[in-house]
């Protein structure tokens, strides 16, 4: 065969492992519980939220805290630069049992 009858050697793709949340799921709802202590059910803007959770405006750690939030459906983006706690995350904080 020649060159130029030869299929085209495919690279392998290499396969991403599955993103996951930062923080734990324990750490995240003592955090929702922290925000619903200072904002209740208000959005905030995010410097506020991360500054009631401890951490400086824009850190690596706290931006790691607020996508984790995001991520199990406790925290959902209330337009440019704000979030607010989500209905889950009300209901969970709140559930007296």
Do not use: C
């Not at 929702?32 to 959005?43: D, I, M, V, W």
């Not at 824009?58 to 704000?82: D, H, I, N, W």
């Amino acid at each position: 065969m020649s060159e130029a009858t030869q299929p085209p050697v495919r690279k392998k793709t290499r396969q991403r492992s599955p993103s996951y949340p930062g923080i734990g799921l324990e750490a995240a709802l003592g955090r929702a519980k922290a925000l619903y202590q200072e904002e209740g059910r208000n959005a905030a803007p995010n410097e506020a939220i991360l500054d009631h959770w401890g951490y400086a405006s824009k850190s690596g750690p706290g931006l790691v805290t607020l996508a984790a939030l995001k991520r199990f459906g406790l925290l959902q983006t209330e337009g440019p630069g704000k979030a607010r706690l989500t209905n889950l995350a009300l209901s969970i904080i709140l559930d007296e049992r």
